[in-house]
């Protein structure tokens, strides 16, 4: 019980915020880090503690929140119902994705670019498909009622991410403590080794697959209601892939609470870009970029890694035994 | 079928051009240590990897406790009780030595903290209990052949293959090893091992296999192995072995 | 609609536009090959050579067909530097980390011309371009015939270079055995960032005999690469040969299904391709196991 003692208390922290913190551009620059840190918790799950690296994670994003607003604009669904479906059908396409690279052997590149290609091909289907809306997109009517998941003020939807990114911590530090935990870090550090002992390096991988792609498609399906409005480039998009991988690795991919760190350090670089060129588009995006290859180059444990290497002697066997040595 | 563990029938396997293993038979029988030896390119880990399922073979099959598990995948295998070790070791570099050894005892263990109980019970039956908080990546050679031994151990198996465990050692290390492994056999896991060091074949084998060029050439207790032609033959050159008998004869 | 009037011109444009797409792909395949990483930036060097190429004309007045040597030896040496100053140290020598660096590249490459340069397309205007040579009764595009001998040419150079010369002779030395190349005295790291100054010199040729017909944006690249990446696999990741086959295939198949199915999902087919292939026979056609 007392591993879960930290996310409690990050959760308090960042559930408070509203109350001392009322500008909305603030609230909505935390709603969207949120987000990210969410996706990005779903990529560290398959990329960080599975040691699977995948490109195309706006494949479960997209899916999450395409299911979520056809479900409310063709049908009339409500939208907490969609966001259970939407969670469902993206930890489906997960699955299936899954199934056939793992089944086919994919490992390291070709399995990264495998993710890429069914994240595209997903992006043009939906750029073209009239249930997606095709070029135009979809729109989900204003309906500021919470029963329909819209909210007037910034604060609800503030918390609802912090309770799913709460959950999501909740979720992963659970795997982290189970037998299924122990077979994806032993997957992804040896998986010949692994499988000598009996582990079904199949079943573990497809597991957390499915599970990383259902985290995943929760934040698009949060994404949905929030900004009311998807098109292909948006759910589909590389920006997501990138953003949702970028934040675990520049907060410490294969911890807890890499992708949280790293997606408030990624925003905030982000906002900054922004402040001092303006609205140009790509210049935060070159941010991003160098961001990765540096941390990459100088800092391959990201932020919690680096952290972990200046706490002294004593105090690490507070970290994960991966980030205690060297 | 209680006098046979594991019966390798008549398994081949080849690789482009090259037959490593053709057509050999051979029988291991429950408990004792059991060793296959014979010059390198013999197909010794060849026949490693199709008994623990990471190769097929292309004829023959192999039947364990009287089930053909031909085709079965790897880790199927290790829970029936088959477990390996590699003879280029494999630890999980970024986990400690416990969670090393651990990921073998949630085989049979659900509970993290049972898993976790049980491996450093392994560790300690193998010397390895001071090093349970090392990282992996940071051991020795004699100590990551120690964890790969251990971690073998902690799926509980019936029948363990040890690939050449005992490589790379010095002698004091393979001293405080062999040991080790009489232990093994001892609490009744069969062993079936493949070795170069014939010091340790000779004093732990009660069985030796000889394989050569993809077939059993000869068989039976260390000594009588020992001194067959054949096996001389394999290892020294054609020849050799009337050539050691004349300089036998000379002293 | 499958007469043989229709069907051989467009079999004929197919093996141009896949030569086109052969020679991005050699590039490719020849980094796969030495380094043994898949460079998720090639597409981004490709965005970068056309807008290259089109500054050249637009700005210097120079022919595609003539700045193709200027190109040539500068993107040499952009690649150059980034494998031996930027890629390789930052990897340290870790694949999955190389995937990484890498894909930073690409976004770093293409949002930075996306910010110089805004997302407009643009095109070059060659007196030339329409051009057709007949032959029979077929009509083939002046660009795409000089397109079709130009990669010839160059994987004929590139050929040379590595059976004869003694880098090209390291190249293949370190493709092979990278520690025995090593222990024989050879600089390995610069043998990487040479492989992959050629690979970004093929791009930049590709992109020169592109402009005539092909539009520039920040994202040109990206259509190539998964084209690109369709070939290396398809041929086989490191196979040269595999590369230039697959690469006319590709072509063919794509000329013929958009005569089939129209632009937009003969895109999808591409992709499905790729995924079919990875899936089935990631090793190629021609290629080592993956």
Redesign the interface.
């Known amino acids: 019980m007392k591993s879960y003692a930290p996310i409690v208390v990050v959760v308090a922290l960042l559930a408070v915020v509203p109350f001392i913190v009322t500008s909305n551009v603030v609230l909505n620059f935390l709603v969207m880090a949120l987000l990210i840190a969410l996706a990005g918790q779903g990529w560290n799950l398959l990329g960080g503690y599975g040691?699977q690296?995948s490109?195309g994670h706006a494949a479960f994003f997209g899916t999450g929140a395409y299911v979520t607003a056809i479900l409310q604009v063709r049908y009339g669904i409500n939208a907490w119902l969609g966001l259970f479906v939407g969670i469902a059908v993206g930890a489906l396409v997960g699955a299936a994705i899954g199934a056939?690279?793992f089944r086919?052997?994919?490992r390291?590149?070709?399995f990264?670019?495998?993710t890429?290609?069914?994240a595209?091909?997903l992006r043009?289907?939906a750029s073209?498909a009239p249930i997606t809306g095709a070029g135009v997109g979809i729109l989900i009517k204003l309906d500021l009622r919470p029963e329909a998941f819209q909210f007037q003020s910034r604060a609800p939807f503030y918390w609802i991410a912090v309770g799913l990114v709460g959950l999501s911590l909740v979720l992963v530090r659970a795997i982290e403590?189970?037998?299924f935990g122990?077979?994806l870090?032993?997957v992804?550090?040896?998986e010949?080794?692994?499988?000598?002992?009996?582990?079904?390096?199949f079943a573990i991988k497809l597991g957390a697959m499915t599970i990383s792609a259902a985290i995943t498609a929760a934040a698009g399906c949060f994404y949905a209601q929030y900004f009311l409005f998807l098109d292909a480039a948006i759910a589909y998009g590389p920006w997501l892939s990138?953003d949702a991988?970028l934040a675990p690795?520049v907060g410490g991919a294969g911890t807890l609470f890499g992708p949280l760190l790293g997606a408030l350090v990624v925003k905030v670089l982000g906002e900054a870009t922004k402040l001092f060129t303006g609205d140009?588009?790509?210049?935060?995006?070159?941010v991003?970029?160098?961001?990765?290859?540096?941390v990459?180059?100088?800092a391959?444990r990201g932020i919690a890694g680096f952290v972990a290497t200046m706490t002294p002697k004593r105090l690490r066997l507070l970290w994960p035994?991966?980030l205690?040595?060297g | 079928m209680a006098d046979t563990l594991l019966h390798i029938e008549n398994v081949s396997k080849r690789f482009g051009g090259l037959l490593a293993v053709s057509g050999t038979s051979f029988a291991v029988s429950p408990q004792g240590i059991t060793a296959l030896i014979g010059p390198n390119g013999a197909g010794k880990t060849t026949l490693f990897a199709i008994i623990s399922g990471f190769l097929r073979p292309d004829g023959g099959r192999v039947v364990y406790d009287g089930a053909d598990l031909t085709g079965e995948a790897p880790h199927r295998r290790a829970r029936r009780g088959i477990a390996r070790t590699f003879q280029i070791v494999q630890p999980f570099a970024g986990l400690t030595v416990r969670e090393n050894i651990a990921v073998g005892s949630h085989l049979a263990h659900v509970r993290r903290i049972d898993a976790l109980a049980a491996a450093e019970e392994v560790a300690h039956s193998v010397g390895l209990g001071s090093m349970l908080d090392a990282a992996a990546g940071t051991l020795t050679v004699a100590l990551r052949k120690r964890l790969e031994l251990a971690r073998a151990l902690a799926i509980a198996p019936r029948l363990l293959l040890l690939d050449e465990v005992l490589a790379g050692l010095n002698p004091s290390e393979i001293r405080d090893m062999v040991p080790v492994i009489r232990g093994i056999a001892s609490r009744g896991v069969t062993i079936l091992m493949i070795e170069h060091v014939m010091q340790a074949v000779m004093s732990l084998a009660e069985h030796v296999l000889v394989l050569a060029e993809g077939r059993i050439i000869a068989q039976g207790m260390p000594h009588e192995v020992a001194a067959d032609r054949q096996v001389v033959e394999a290892y020294l050159g054609q020849g050799a072995a009337k050539r050691m008998m004349v300089g036998l004869r000379h002293d | 609609m499958l007469s043989a009037v229709i069907l051989i011109p467009a079999v004929l444009n197919g093996l141009m536009t896949g030569a086109v797409y052969a020679l991005v792909a050699l590039g490719l395949t020849l980094i796969y090959g030495v380094l043994h990483i898949i460079n998720f930036a090639h597409g981004a060097l490709l965005t970068a050579a056309m807008f290259a190429a089109f500054f050249a004309y637009t700005v210097l007045g120079l022919d595609p067909y003539v700045a193709l040597f200027l190109l040539m030896p500068v993107f040499f040496v952009v690649g150059y530097a980034l494998q031996r100053y930027v890629i390789g140290p930052a990897a340290h020598g870790d694949d999955r980390n190389f995937l990484l660096v890498t894909l930073g590249l690409a976004v770093v490459i293409e949002n930075a011309l996306l910010y110089a340069f805004r997302a407009d397309t643009r095109t070059v205007n060659l007196p030339y371009a329409f051009k057709v040579i007949e032959i029979g009764n077929m009509f083939l595009a002046v660009p795409r015939v000089v397109a079709f001998v130009a990669v010839v040419a160059v994987a004929a150079a590139l050929w040379l270079f590595l059976q004869w010369t003694a880098t090209g002779k390291a190249v293949r030395a370190v493709a092979k055995e990278k520690l025995g190349a090593e222990l024989c005295g050879i600089d390995v790291a610069h043998i990487y960032a040479v492989t992959f100054g050629l690979g970004t010199a093929c791009v930049a040729v590709a992109a020169c005999l592109l402009i005539p017909t092909y539009y520039v944006n920040p994202t040109a690249g990206d259509a190539f690469v998964l084209i690109a990446f369709t070939i290396v696999v398809l041929g086989g990741m490191g196979s040269v040969i595999g590369a230039l086959s697959a690469g006319l295939f590709v072509g063919v198949v794509e000329s013929l299904s958009t005569i089939a199915l129209g632009e937009s999902l003969g895109q999808i087919g591409i992709f499905v391709m790729f995924i079919v292939v990875l899936l089935v026979r990631p090793s190629g056609l021609f290629g080592e196991r993956a």
Request: proline share 3%.
């Open positions: 040691g690296y490109f056939l690279s086919w052997g994919l390291g590149s070709y990264s670019l495998v890429l290609a069914f595209e091909v043009i289907v073209v403590h189970s037998r122990a077979y870090a032993a992804r550090e040896n010949a080794a692994a499988t000598a002992l009996g582990v079904d390096a990138i991988l690795i140009a588009p790509g210049l935060d995006l070159v991003y970029g160098v961001l990765l290859v540096g990459v180059g100088l391959p035994s991966s205690r040595h």
